[in-house]
Nanobody, 124 residues
Framework: QVQLVESGGGLVQAGGSLRLSCAAS????????MGWFRQAPGKEREFVAA????????SYVESVKGRFTISRDNAKNTLYLQMNSLKPEDTAVYFC?????????????????WGQGTQVTVSS
Protein backbone atom coordinates (compact mmCIF):
# COMPACT_ATOMS: atom_id res chain seq x y z
CA GLN A 1 0.00 0.00 0.00
CA VAL A 2 1.23 3.46 -0.95
CA GLN A 3 -0.12 6.67 0.56
CA LEU A 4 0.39 10.02 -1.16
CA VAL A 5 -0.09 13.51 0.29
CA GLU A 6 0.20 16.63 -1.85
CA SER A 7 1.08 20.09 -0.61
CA GLY A 8 2.18 23.46 -1.96
CA GLY A 9 -0.93 24.58 -3.78
CA GLY A 10 -2.32 28.06 -3.42
CA LEU A 11 -3.31 31.28 -5.13
CA VAL A 12 -0.77 33.01 -7.35
CA GLN A 13 -0.78 35.71 -9.99
CA ALA A 14 -0.27 34.91 -13.65
CA GLY A 15 3.44 34.65 -14.37
CA GLY A 16 4.21 33.48 -10.86
CA SER A 17 5.57 30.18 -9.60
CA LEU A 18 4.61 27.38 -7.25
CA ARG A 19 6.28 24.16 -6.23
CA LEU A 20 4.05 21.24 -5.44
CA SER A 21 5.26 18.38 -3.28
CA CYS A 22 3.96 14.87 -2.88
CA ALA A 23 5.10 12.92 0.14
CA ALA A 24 4.88 9.18 -0.33
CA SER A 25 4.81 6.52 2.32
CA UNK A 26 5.83 2.98 1.65
CA UNK A 27 9.07 1.22 1.00
CA UNK A 28 8.60 0.83 -2.76
CA UNK A 29 8.68 4.52 -3.74
CA UNK A 30 12.14 4.20 -5.23
CA UNK A 31 10.91 1.58 -7.70
CA UNK A 32 7.77 3.23 -9.04
CA UNK A 33 6.78 5.56 -11.85
CA MET A 34 5.18 8.73 -10.48
CA GLY A 35 2.98 11.27 -12.18
CA TRP A 36 1.08 14.52 -11.82
CA PHE A 37 -2.45 15.02 -13.12
CA ARG A 38 -4.85 17.93 -12.88
CA GLN A 39 -8.57 18.48 -13.06
CA ALA A 40 -10.30 21.79 -13.71
CA PRO A 41 -14.01 22.35 -13.00
CA GLY A 42 -16.16 20.63 -15.60
CA LYS A 43 -13.15 18.99 -17.21
CA GLU A 44 -11.75 15.49 -17.34
CA ARG A 45 -8.69 14.75 -15.28
CA GLU A 46 -5.68 15.17 -17.53
CA PHE A 47 -2.08 14.08 -17.55
CA VAL A 48 0.52 16.71 -16.71
CA ALA A 49 3.87 15.00 -16.18
CA ALA A 50 5.46 11.70 -15.23
CA UNK A 51 8.88 10.53 -14.14
CA UNK A 52 10.67 7.19 -14.14
CA UNK A 53 11.87 5.52 -10.93
CA UNK A 54 15.43 6.78 -11.43
CA UNK A 55 14.35 10.23 -12.57
CA UNK A 56 16.16 9.78 -15.86
CA UNK A 57 13.06 9.78 -18.06
CA UNK A 58 10.31 12.40 -17.92
CA SER A 59 7.20 13.12 -19.92
CA TYR A 60 5.06 16.27 -20.14
CA VAL A 61 1.84 17.35 -21.71
CA GLU A 62 2.65 19.81 -24.49
CA SER A 63 0.97 22.77 -22.81
CA VAL A 64 3.39 22.77 -19.85
CA LYS A 65 6.67 22.01 -21.61
CA GLY A 66 9.28 24.60 -20.81
CA ARG A 67 7.29 25.85 -17.81
CA PHE A 68 6.89 22.85 -15.49
CA THR A 69 9.55 20.49 -14.20
CA ILE A 70 8.86 17.16 -12.53
CA SER A 71 11.50 15.75 -10.22
CA ARG A 72 11.87 13.31 -7.37
CA ASP A 73 14.03 12.74 -4.34
CA ASN A 74 13.93 9.03 -3.65
CA ALA A 75 15.89 9.37 -0.42
CA LYS A 76 13.10 11.61 0.91
CA ASN A 77 10.23 9.69 -0.71
CA THR A 78 9.07 12.94 -2.29
CA LEU A 79 7.84 13.95 -5.74
CA TYR A 80 7.89 17.56 -6.92
CA LEU A 81 6.34 19.70 -9.61
CA GLN A 82 7.98 23.06 -10.13
CA MET A 83 5.54 25.31 -11.97
CA ASN A 84 6.83 28.54 -13.50
CA SER A 85 5.20 31.15 -15.73
CA LEU A 86 1.79 30.08 -14.49
CA LYS A 87 -1.27 30.90 -16.56
CA PRO A 88 -4.94 31.15 -15.57
CA GLU A 89 -5.60 28.00 -17.60
CA ASP A 90 -3.33 26.11 -15.20
CA THR A 91 -5.99 26.54 -12.50
CA ALA A 92 -7.02 23.08 -11.32
CA VAL A 93 -6.77 20.56 -8.55
CA TYR A 94 -3.43 18.82 -8.92
CA PHE A 95 -3.02 15.17 -8.00
CA CYS A 96 0.07 13.07 -7.61
CA UNK A 97 -0.17 9.42 -8.51
CA UNK A 98 1.87 6.26 -8.36
CA UNK A 99 1.88 3.77 -11.21
CA UNK A 100 4.42 1.22 -10.17
CA UNK A 101 6.70 -0.42 -12.65
CA UNK A 102 6.67 0.34 -16.33
CA UNK A 103 7.04 3.41 -18.48
CA UNK A 104 6.02 7.02 -17.87
CA UNK A 105 2.46 6.42 -19.00
CA UNK A 106 -0.07 9.16 -19.74
CA UNK A 107 -2.99 6.81 -19.12
CA UNK A 108 -4.93 7.53 -15.93
CA UNK A 109 -5.96 3.90 -15.52
CA UNK A 110 -2.32 2.84 -15.29
CA UNK A 111 -1.87 4.66 -11.99
CA UNK A 112 -2.80 2.66 -8.93
CA UNK A 113 -2.55 5.13 -6.04
CA TRP A 114 -3.68 8.74 -5.81
CA GLY A 115 -3.32 11.62 -3.41
CA GLN A 116 -6.21 13.80 -2.30
CA GLY A 117 -5.22 16.71 -4.51
CA THR A 118 -4.11 20.28 -3.89
CA GLN A 119 -5.78 23.36 -5.35
CA VAL A 120 -3.82 25.67 -7.63
CA THR A 121 -5.49 28.92 -8.60
CA VAL A 122 -3.85 31.37 -10.99
CA SER A 123 -5.34 34.84 -11.20
CA SER A 124 -5.09 37.05 -14.26
Amino acid sequence: QVQLVESGGGLVQAGGSLRLSCAASGRTFIFVVMGWFRQAPGKEREFVAAISPSGYSTSYVESVKGRFTISRDNAKNTLYLQMNSLKPEDTAVYFCASRGGGTTSRQLSDYLYWGQGTQVTVSS
